[in-house]
């Protein structure tokens, strides 16, 4: 059996997979078209695994396959040009650019699949990396990046496979429960974080489409470490407690709120 060909349609399968995650993402690609599409990758997947299993997928079954993955990948990449030339998706982009909140609130919904607006959520949340290479980062890096959030805000983030933002329309991601597991977490009072706001049904996450969310930071420091194990960080409890003390120090130093929890 010809390798380069295998290959070539584990490439085709993988990359028509990534496709069809980004396109689900979207209203459009979460509707009729992107259905269908789902459909037939589940065929085609299903007759390779079924060729694999009877001994059967040869040079002449792989080619055809590899055809319909191509195509597959094809209509995909027609669908998301589809959506990025949609009308709702060129407003919510000129008013994500233009900082148009009313048009941005109006259009990401009809843009992005599972994204429904709040008018009003409580305290809202993100963890803050505490952790580099299985150590405690520095207590002034830390400081740097609550100091640079109050300077210069959050930065949003998004990429292909981002739920509910992209590239052209990042986002900053909130969660409305401080993190359990995370013992340095910054919190945005409630009615601090300007509008829009939208949470994503699926996951419960808040996400505030723009460049930089500017807000004024409390942080709250975990009383104890609770570690999961496939950290594989050794720390003892002394050691935590003279740097979350350290932190805190540091922190109000700055004039930032500390808040022990």
Known sequence: ???ALVSEFEAAIADAGALLVRAQKYRRGAGPAGATLMQQALALGDAARRLHREAALDDAAVRPLLDDALALAGRLRTLLAEVRGAPEYRAAVAAHGAGDTATLARALPAVFAGLEAVPAPGDLFVALPWLRRGRLRPVADVLADVLAVRHEG???????LSPGADADLPAVVLVAEPPADEPIVLR????S??????????TGEHLVHAPRLRVEPAIRLAAELHLEEQLRVELAPADYAAYRADLGAALRR??????DT
């Open 154 to 160: 959050l930065a949003a983030e998004g990429d292909d």
């Open 193 to 202: 974080v300007p509008p829009p706001i939208h949470r994503l049904v699926e």
């Open 1 to 3: 059996m010809d390798e």
């Open 254 to 259: 700055e004039g930032i709120p500390v808040e």
């Open 188 to 191: 945005l009072a409630a009615g």
